[in-house]
């Protein structure tokens, strides 16, 4: 509210909001000791707008060592977790998404295509047309094992572990 106020009076009617939640934090602590929470969130942007809405609270945001970026830990009182912090997070992440969703959508097809739609499911694998000089033919699908080959160099094919590879060689030499 504070920082999309367009008027002095906007902003002090957001800073006595900001103070009364404050003083609320501070009266629920004796009654309802802190807790160590653990949020993780899926996306960059949810993240910083969590770490941001803790600190406007005066929180203390943190992560052990080796947890993932995403991961914010926080000892705060469970009731205000459950009237105030959680709810208000929701509310400006689902505005955050949805306007992030508009621009991303307005990239796309500005950008780089008009047709912005999701994929099409199918049941199985989609025939793939071969336009030529002789004639037009259809050709089915490759073969999965055609399609793994070509896959296997490309940056969002699977992995394969080494280990996984050793076991395979390992179980050849035993037969």
């Known amino acids: 509210m504070f920082s999309g106020a367009a008027t002095e009076g906007e902003r002090a009617s957001a ?10 934090l501070a009266e629920l602590i004796p009654d309802d000791p802190p807790v160590e929470y653990k949020f993780t969130f899926r996306d960059m942007w949810s993240h910083k707008v969590f770490l941001a809405l803790l600190r406007r609270y005066g929180l203390k945001p943190y992560r052990y060592h080796a947890q993932r ?3 914010v830990m926080v000892q ?4 205000f977790v459950d009237e105030t ?5 929701q509310k400006i992440n689902s505005e955050l998404n949805a306007y992030l969703q508009e621009i991303t959508d307005r990239v796309v097809k500005q950008v780089l295509h008009e047709d912005a739609s999701n994929a099409v499911v199918v049941d199985r694998p989609l025939e793939i047309e071969i336009h030529s000089d002789r004639s037009s033919n259809t050709v089915k699908s490759e073969t999965s094992r055609d399609r793994q080959s070509e896959t296997a160099n490309h ?6 572990n080494k280990k996984t590879k050793k076991r395979k060689k390992k179980k050849k030499h035993k037969r």
């Not at 705060?76 to 009731?79: A, I």
């Not at 912090?85 to 997070?89: C, D, V």
């Not at 940056?155 to 394969?160: F, G, L, S, T, V």
């Open 85 to 89: 912090l959680w709810p208000e997070f």
């Open 76 to 79: 705060v009182p469970k009731r």
């Open 69 to 71: 970026y995403t991961t």
């Open 155 to 160: 940056p969002a094919a699977p992995k394969k």
């Open 15 to 24: 800073d006595l909001a900001r103070q009364r939640i404050l003083r609320r």
